[in-house]
């Protein structure tokens, strides 16, 4: 007979006797349920109850021993797994599991109970998994939870619980890795508002965020208003964060292209210069801004989808390859939120459209698969609002647009629909703007504005001139469509006022334009 086989029926005929009651003689009390054992075989299986029958301790020759912070169920799951090697693990039994074998030397079962916790890690959890990790010196779900931590931080925004369990180290880690992003102010307003003892860090664990990087409408409207900012050092703050802000504004330039390789930028609102790209053959591309610059993806050249990424960086005017998307695509659309890369959709050709969604980390550069979207689609718009992405319109096949709205959960990691365009809106553009979208442009003129909090769309007055594949973007609180298919012309809506008005500068071309962006720092 083989070992193993040897092994498994001398498991089973001790689990018989144990429960037959045959030659047991000793009780292990769980609270209050009690479990009969042999000595023998716990001192075989566990190296802490080993110790505790060859040494003098007081239990060595009693016939109960309480196993104290230990409960019922977690007790019979424990002398199941001392028997036959075998254990129910859960997410709702794991720590209790992992303490309990730590506390009596079970290594294996220890390091199991690890790697189901490392399988496990989500928003919900990260934290208190964290701080656990480090309790018990777990170093691979240590690893495993300060990665996620690291790349699913705004989650924590909505995560009460969390935020509680977030110690000031890591959340000084969080704001001083992404100072940048308006998200890290939001975390800081939550922590220290998670404790009472925490708001008298408020002024201090400030000086981790980059108020400069803001937008003018994000310290407005967010952070004067904050009481936390209502005291003379918080309003010098953001007096030197609005000046520098109203100043970067002086510097500030249009970057605008077509699908055809022609990428312009206006650096005095008068007249174009061309940027020089390093891809002759292809079009069809996507282009967003990105924190230094603007990065742009995939595109088609003869007659194939191409997975090259490229970085444009402003003041250096240099271009710098990123690594490649795992499947070539083109009429795709993309979108760069500080340290996240994302591209959603778009072609393999005319017929096959595609629903995937990927992932760039600018840090590590590693690419990871978001889930796919509903229905697949191309040339749509991707924004962020209040931290959430969402995904407007576009085309299901050549001729056929959507009206459908997406937005991701990041915490359920899924894809949720949200009420559709009021019509058919092809070739539109698309913004976030004051917490809401605006949809602007396209063949019929359109003027609309959603209200995630509300799901609902108003109508507002429409642009004097059609703008097909006039891309839209937000600047100095105003929203500006450029140009598109037959016309030039650059309109801007003011939506305090709900009024267009017509910029002196044009686009340089009368076509379908790919992109409009803003960047900084181009001489």
Same mark, same amino acid.
């Given at each position: ?17 144990? $429960? ?10 769980? &609270? ?87 399988? $496990? ?88 965020? &980059? ?15 904050? &009481?936390?900012?209502? +005291? ?148 749509? +718009? ?29 915490? &359920? ?53 059609? $703008? ?56």
């Amino acid at each position: 007979m083989a070992n193993n086989e040897f092994l498994q029926e001398m498991s089973v005929t001790f689990r018989n006797m144990r $429960h037959s009651d045959e030659m047991v003689d000793v009780v292990l009390v769980f &609270e209050e349920t009690r479990v009969k054992c042999h000595r023998l075989v716990l001192a075989a299986s566990c190296e802490y109850f080993r110790r505790m029958f060859q040494t003098e301790m007081q239990e060595r020759d009693a016939g109960e021993i309480p196993m104290k912070n230990v409960s019922s169920t977690t007790g019979l799951l424990l002398v199941e797994y001392l028997y036959s090697g075998n254990i129910e693990m859960s997410t709702e039994n794991a720590q209790e599991l992992l303490a309990v074998s730590d506390r009596l030397l079970l290594t294996k079962l220890k390091k199991n109970v690890e790697e189901f916790l490392c399988e $496990h890690v989500e928003a919900t959890n990260c934290v208190s998994l964290k701080n656990f990790a480090r309790l018990y010196g777990l170093e691979s779900l240590l690893e495993v939870t300060h990665r996620f931590l690291t790349t699913h931080w705004k989650k924590l925004i909505d995560m009460q619980s969390e935020i509680d369990e977030l110690t000031e180290d890591d959340l000084i880690t969080l704001l001083t890795t992404y100072g940048s992003d308006e998200g890290s102010f939001l975390l800081l307003q939550k922590w220290v508002r998670s404790s009472h003892g925490r708001i008298g860090r408020f002024m201090d664990l400030l000086q981790n965020i &980059e108020l400069t990087l803001f937008s003018k409408e994000f310290v407005w409207r967010t952070i004067m208003s904050d &009481e936390l900012m209502q +005291n003379p050092k918080g309003v010098k703050i953001i007096q030197e964060a609005m000046e520098a802000l109203l100043s970067a504004d002086r510097n500030l330039s249009l970057v605008v292209g077509d699908f055809n390789r022609n990428i312009w930028i206006s650096v005095d609102g008068k007249q174009w210069r061309v940027i020089q790209v390093p891809f002759s053959e292809c079009g069809s591309y996507s282009v967003t801004s990105s924190s230094d610059g603007f990065i742009v993806s995939g595109g088609l050249a003869n007659k194939t989808p191409k997975r090259e990424c490229y970085a444009y960086v402003t003041h250096t005017r240099q271009w710098r390859t990123l690594p490649p998307m795992s499947v070539g695509r083109y009429y795709h659309s993309s979108i760069c939120d500080q340290d996240e890369f994302i591209v959603i959709g778009g072609r393999i050709n005319e017929k096959s459209h595609l629903d995937s969604v990927e992932c760039l980390n600018l840090k590590t550069l590693e690419w990871s698969q978001f889930p796919d979207l509903p229905q697949a689609r191309c040339l749509s +718009n991707l924004l962020h609002v209040q931290n959430q992405l969402f995904v407007v319109g576009g085309y299901l096949t050549k001729t056929t647009t959507a009206r459908d709205i997406y937005k991701f959960d990041s915490t &359920e990691r899924k894809w949720q629909t949200c009420s559709p365009l009021p019509e058919k809106c092809g070739s539109v553009g698309a913004v976030s703007f004051d917490n809401k979208i605006f949809v602007v442009g396209g063949q019929l003129r359109s003027c609309k504005q959603y209200d995630p909090c509300t799901d609902r769309w108003v109508q507002l007055p429409r642009p004097r001139f059609g $703008h097909a594949f006039g891309p839209a973007l937000t600047w100095k609180d105003k929203i500006i469509v450029c140009g598109g298919r037959g016309t030039d012309s650059i309109e801007e809506f003011d939506p305090q006022s709900d009024k267009w008005s017509t910029w002196g500068l044009k686009v340089p071309k009368q076509c379908d334009m790919c992109f409009a962006l803003i960047t900084n720092g181009h001489q």
